[in-house]
């Protein structure tokens, strides 16, 4: 008798470039953290020189990967694996992260148990265990000055940042938020039909702000979560070092501002 193939309760989406070596160790932590919850992971390689796609079909041959010729950047490979995603959920996860104690499960089950929830996302940890301010109340023009320039060293105790950055608030209670970083977030397929894909108009960053933004337009809610934890290995390049990506970082600004509306 001919029997579809059921559909995964979550598709797992990470977007590649020049990562092998914590690629490997995060496809290995979802595989050990994740036992009672069917999944797919999609991963899109933007190009690596690394041997990242060599290394996915040698050691976890039931990955899907995609190898880019070129560099597509965040959100246009994010958008390359949505297309072909099937699971019910949708989770984008970067490649220096490492999955802890059944997250992706912890996570899910929250958003099964909770209809209003179009975005979750779970406690991030640093390399050193300390909390990474992964929730944040959304940007105004000042933020920006203040997390992208040297104002950002010499007010480093604004309470405009502290609020931005949700600094002061428990990191250890489920709260509504704004909106949590890209680097793992789960979102409801349905949800995502509705809204539209990731804005492939931002050269870096944003892109997280801008998809929970429209989330809550349509009236669902963005929730933290750190019942659910995840150790993410990025290092903030330092808001007094002037480059590209604080330039990329400013465009991606000026651009949800002018969509959203200017912010003071």
Same mark, same amino acid.
């Given at each position: 008798? !001919? ?48 041997? #990242? ?79 990474? !301010?992964?929730?944040?109340? !959304? ?15 010499? !007010? ?10 949700? #600094? ?26 509705? =809204? ?50 604080? =330039? ?17």
């Amino acid at each position: 008798m !001919f029997c579809l193939k059921a559909k995964p309760k979550i598709s797992i989406i990470i977007v590649n470039w020049n990562s092998k070596s914590w690629l490997k160790i995060c496809i290995d932590s979802i595989y050990r953290q994740t036992k009672n919850l069917s999944f797919e992971i999609i991963i899109i390689d933007n190009a690596s020189s690394d041997g #990242s796609s060599q290394m996915v079909r040698e050691k976890f041959p039931k990955v899907i990967l995609t190898t880019n010729k070129r560099n597509l950047g965040f959100a246009k490979a994010n958008n390359q694996a949505l297309k072909s995603a099937k699971g019910k959920y949708i989770l984008l996860l970067n490649p220096d992260t490492v999955i802890l104690d059944n997250a992706l499960e912890k996570m899910v089950k929250f958003m099964d148990s909770q209809p209003d929830a179009g975005v979750v996302g779970p406690k991030l940890l640093n390399r050193d265990g300390t909390v990474q !301010f992964s929730c944040r109340h !959304f940007y105004n023009l000042r933020t920006i000055l203040l997390r992208r320039t040297v104002l950002g060293k010499i !007010f480093s105790n604004s309470n405009l940042l502290q609020y931005h950055l949700m #600094s002061t608030c428990s990191h250890n209670e489920v709260r509504e938020v704004d909106w949590v970083l890209g680097s793992c977030l789960i979102i409801r397929r349905k949800v995502l039909n509705w =809204i539209g894909y990731l804005d492939e108009k931002y050269k870096m960053y944003f892109e997280d702000v801008d998809l929970c933004y429209r989330v809550k337009k349509v009236g669902y809610k963005v929730y933290y979560y750190p019942e659910a934890i995840i150790t993410h290995y990025h290092q903030r390049e330092s808001a007094q070092k002037f480059s590209k990506k604080t =330039i990329w970082h400013i465009q991606s600004a000026i651009r949800f501002f002018n969509k959203y509306g200017w912010k003071f």
